[in-house]
């Protein structure tokens, strides 16, 4: 019940805007990942940045299993298998960003698509953690067996080959 296993991969790409380059980015995390993107609204009107509440501005994937760690692994090659200790938050969970999605090995430069930055975020969980989501008679999670910084950073080390820096 100690072992810790990626309970999922959250990929998010936001544009900022609705239209074409939404439509576009959704195809580019598509291809990357395998699955169909959904689409995230606007929280709120920033009239500077001129977004609109409710408008779409962003698109993002879940993926869990095997996809999550296939997707992980050609991940962390396209940043050099390098994550900063800042990376890390006191829960266990792992979020990092690509500038380009074409660093990823495998993905091709599309003229048409174009190239857009990506936030990857990694949840590290423990068998039993069930019991927080569960619908019927939810339950929290014990302080002995959520996951600290430190057996987050081990786990990575261990499992993926990640050198971890200041």
Known sequence: MRRIRIGKVVVNISVGKSGEPLEKA?????GITGHKPAQRRAKKTIKNFGIRKG?????????????????LERALEAVGRRLKLSSF???????FGLKEHIEIP??????????YGMNINV???????????????PSSIGKAHKITREE????????FSV????
């Open 26 to 30: 959704a195809q580019v995390l598509q």
């Open 55 to 71: 408008e779409p501005i962003s698109c993002m994937v879940t993926l869990r299993g095997g996809d999550a760690s296939a997707f």
């Open 89 to 95: 938050d006191d829960e266990g969970n792992v979020s």
């Open 106 to 115: 495998g993905v091709k430069y599309d003229p048409e698509l174009g190239i």
């Open 123 to 137: 949840y590290l969980e423990r068998p039993g953690y069930r019991v927080k989501r569960r619908r019927r008679s």
């Open 152 to 159: 987050a950073v081990k786990f990575m080390e261990e499992t």
């Open 163 to 166: 050198q971890i820096g200041g």
